[in-house]
């Protein structure tokens, strides 16, 4: 495969409007194509951008010494984008793990976790390993968190959970309703927004909001845009004390430098994320698109992931697109009939509408 530099790339199509170089946003030459088309773990199919790569491959000499220069750094960096302090950002490997270690934090046998049903289920798995009560309130009727519903669920709350976008439906729930939530939560209570799908959305992050308030955690993540799912690299964002009681559960808790290293090539990278995310919006939009006109409901998704009612238990859909080696899923047992699929890359969607429409919709 012969390689292409980011820089050429850009520089070839710099006189040309974005949307007419979508497919170039990858920003790098794509990993290499499994047989299997993976649309169900939320994951890029561009995989680190060019930048990263190199940087990644010079963090490779760095594996000798601990990371924690580098760690400072895209503390610091993150922070400086941000307009808030460093010492508001820590730096796990993943935010999943932050994640945990804050249902861990901020629930108890006697302080229950509230979370959206259906949405991400590691709070709740923490939760329940922690024994502490778990209440799920179902999604609005836009597929909006409940916010009142949430706040009434459960007056002793530990914590409240706001993964926004949501995971798997992509909807949003508006600003204002966070806002509410943060004002009017049980007393003593910590927020905590998982913005890991916030960077495909139009819609403002709630991170500098930590500058005025010491009960609210913000999670972010280099997994999805930027594509370093398995580089597991995520960072926290909180008042300092609050990054303390995560520390507790994983003090000093950072991946390799080359994770570091990619992390940091990426925030300096300002292209690269508008590129990223013009290109997954237009070929989810046209996805939807293509589904409704065929009758399918979808959700109104503004991130990298959609949720379709597939009107038929979701589980046989895909183990019919699973037969062709179109892998989507997975099933959430509070919505039966309605199965989440990724956003791929120009032919992987291409593939997923060919197989969907063999083996679903002829079928239907």
């Not at 990263?52 to 601990?66: K, L, V």
């Not at 808030?84 to 490997?93: K, L, Y």
């Not at 943060?182 to 799908?197: F, I, Q, R, T, W």
């Not at 995310?277 to 046209?286: F, G, P």
């Amino acid at each position: 495969m012969v390689s292409v530099s980011r820089r050429s790339l850009l520089a070839l199509g710099a006189a040309l409007p974005l949307l007419g170089r979508l497919d170039w946003a990858v920003a790098a030459p794509p990993p290499e194509k499994p047989d299997k088309v993976r649309l169900n773990y939320n994951e890029s199919p561009y995989g680190p951008s060019g930048a990263a790569r190199e940087a990644m491959q010079r963090g490779i000499a760095t594996a000798g010494f601990y990371p924690y220069d580098s760690m400072y750094a895209l503390a610091g960096l993150f922070a400086q984008q941000q307009g808030i302090a460093e010492e508001q950002v820590a730096v796990f490997a993943g935010s999943m793990a932050a994640l945990r270690y804050a249902v861990l934090a901020f629930t108890t046998e006697s302080r229950g976790l509230v979370m959206a049903m259906p949405s991400y289920e590691v709070p709740r798995q923490a939760a329940r390993s922690n024994k502490a009560p778990v209440k799920e309130v179902s999604l609005g009727a836009d597929h909006a968190h409940d916010i009142p519903a949430m706040l009434a669920a459960d007056p002793q709350a530990g914590m409240l959970y706001v993964c926004n976008p949501n995971n798997p439906t992509g909807t949003i729930t508006p600003t204002e309703a966070i806002r509410h939530a943060l004002a009017n939560k049980p007393k003593g209570s910590v927020l905590v927004v998982d913005e890991a799908y916030i960077d495909f959305a139009d819609v403002p992050s709630v991170v500098s909001w930590v500058k005025d308030h010491d009960d609210l955690l913000v999670l972010r993540t280099f997994s999805k845009i930027y594509g370093m799912a398995g580089a597991r690299l995520g960072l926290a964002i909180g008042h300092p004390a609050l990054l303390e009681r995560l520390a507790v559960f994983g003090g000093d808790n950072v991946p390799a430098g080359t994770s570091l290293l990619g992390g940091l090539a990426s925030l300096e990278d300002v292209k690269l994320l508008p590129q990223r995310k013009a290109l997954n919006n237009q070929l989810r939009d046209e996805t939807v698109a293509w589904l409704k006109g065929r009758g399918f409901t979808c959700t109104a998704s503004q991130a990298n992931c959609f949720m379709i009612d597939v009107k038929q238990p979701a589980e046989q859909v895909i183990e019919k697109l699973a037969t062709q080696g179109v892998m989507i899923g997975r099933v959430f047992e509070s919505w039966p009939q309605w199965v989440r699929v990724t956003v791929g890359d120009k032919r992987e969607m291409a593939r997923f509408r060919e197989v969907f429409a063999a083996q679903v919709e002829r079928a239907g």
